[in-house]
């Protein structure tokens, strides 16, 4: 029974680490900032550790030669050497700085570099909230103005019999006359006798 449970259990981590191995091979920045890609890079990486630890001896009298040391460097720079190959074009210059380097610096290092470099190139500069604020309101409130107008259905009406806006030839004082107690402006008074005339006519 517990060969049983040990075979199943065995099937299930190989095929998992064969899906990690997978997604880290393919795993690219694409639409990711830094800090998301080297999360997502960085939580696989420690799945894949839990289950297929690094080596470590385990010899009473530690050998000295630093084979394991070696192969532990090895994995390291696996690492790195995928998190530089999956980001962006836009790094290339930045990717290839640190690959010359010898030794390469630790993953969280080269981390750090990029991530300043984004900081600085990529990603925009912090600007006032207030104004921005103040820029939304206003722009706001001018669609708002707008939408208003274009809602009115005579608004956009133009009579050919006086050339006026906003009303249409029934409600036209020009073509129905003038109540009693219309008040007149100077330039309305001015027209008053066309305005006449056009009535009779």
């Given at each position: 029974m517990w060969k049983d449970l040990q075979g199943r259990f065995s099937k299930t981590v190989f095929s998992r680490?064969?899906?990690?191995?997978?997604?880290?091979?393919?795993?690219?920045?694409?639409?990711l900032n830094v800090s998301d890609y080297?999360?997502?890079?960085?939580?696989?990486?420690?799945?894949?550790?839990?289950?297929?630890p690094i080596l470590e001896c385990e010899c009473v009298i530690k050998c000295e030669c630093k084979t394991l040391k070696i192969i532990a460097d090895y994995y390291e720079n696996d690492k790195i050497i995928k998190f530089l190959k999956g980001l962006n074009p836009i790094y290339a210059q930045t990717r290839s700085t640190i690959?010359?380097?010898?030794?390469?610096p630790p993953l969280e290092k080269v981390y750090a570099i990029v991530s300043q470099y984004e900081r600085?190139?990529?990603?925009?500069q912090d600007v006032d909230e207030s104004s921005i604020a103040a820029f939304s309101s206003a722009k706001g409130t001018k669609q708002h103005q707008i939408n208003k107008k274009n809602q009115n259905p005579k608004a956009k009406l133009i009579r050919n019999h006086c050339g006026k806006k906003g009303h249409i030839e029934a409600e036209?004082?020009?073509?129905?006359?003038?109540?009693?107690?219309?008040?007149?402006?100077?330039?309305?008074?001015a027209n008053l006798s066309s305005a006449t005339k056009l009535k009779v006519t």
């Amino acid at each position: 029974m517990w060969k049983d449970l040990q075979g199943r259990f065995s099937k299930t981590v190989f095929s998992r680490i064969s899906d990690i191995q997978e997604e880290i091979c393919t795993l690219k920045q694409g639409d990711l900032n830094v800090s998301d890609y080297y999360t997502k890079i960085r939580t696989l990486r420690d799945e894949f550790n839990y289950l297929r630890p690094i080596l470590e001896c385990e010899c009473v009298i530690k050998c000295e030669c630093k084979t394991l040391k070696i192969i532990a460097d090895y994995y390291e720079n696996d690492k790195i050497i995928k998190f530089l190959k999956g980001l962006n074009p836009i790094y290339a210059q930045t990717r290839s700085t640190i690959m010359i380097l010898d030794p390469l610096p630790p993953l969280e290092k080269v981390y750090a570099i990029v991530s300043q470099y984004e900081r600085q190139n990529i990603l925009p500069q912090d600007v006032d909230e207030s104004s921005i604020a103040a820029f939304s309101s206003a722009k706001g409130t001018k669609q708002h103005q707008i939408n208003k107008k274009n809602q009115n259905p005579k608004a956009k009406l133009i009579r050919n019999h006086c050339g006026k806006k906003g009303h249409i030839e029934a409600e036209c004082y020009r073509i129905i006359g003038f109540s009693p107690d219309f008040k007149f402006t100077k330039h309305a008074s001015a027209n008053l006798s066309s305005a006449t005339k056009l009535k009779v006519t």
